[in-house]
């Protein structure tokens, strides 16, 4: 019953940088300390693979060896959004972002995660 809404993607050129928002609405389980918000990416021919994520009762978060110093996760609680601020973008961060929400912090396993946003594409270009 939880409904994801990702935006804030578009074409960049390398070494630009975007802002992605994921909006969550619907009943979770937000209270519980181990309630996590994940971002994942999917490029053709690969499997989704994971970007970054956030503890959502407290500040604690982790990112892919990937994306580590350039990416940045945070949540407003307020207005029950996660963002994922992308910095110095490359071509082979090309890829459609997705949120998700899980259960298990410190997991880079997309099993782990159980509500999924429809995606929103990012296009890096050389």
């Known amino acids: 019953q939880v409904q994801l809404v990702e935006s804030g993607g578009g074409l960049v050129q390398a070494g630009g940088s975007l802002r992605l928002s994921c909006t969550i609405s619907?009943?979770?389980?937000?209270?519980?300390?181990?309630?996590?918000m994940g971002w994942f990416r999917q490029s053709p021919g690969k499997e989704r693979e994971f970007v970054a994520a956030t503890r959502w009762s407290v500040d604690s978060t982790y990112f892919a060896d990937s994306v580590a110093g350039r990416f940045t996760i945070s949540r407003d609680l307020a207005k029950n959004t996660v963002y994922l601020f992308m910095n110095s973008l490359k071509p082979e961060d090309t890829a459609v972002y997705y949120c998700?929400?899980?259960?298990?912090?410190?997991?880079?396993?997309?099993?782990?995660?159980?509500?999924w946003g429809q995606g929103t594409q990012v296009t890096v270009s050389s």
């Open positions: 998700a929400t899980g259960y298990r912090f410190g997991s880079t396993d997309v099993r782990d995660f159980e509500s």
């Open positions: 619907g009943r979770t389980f937000r209270t519980v300390s181990t309630f996590v």
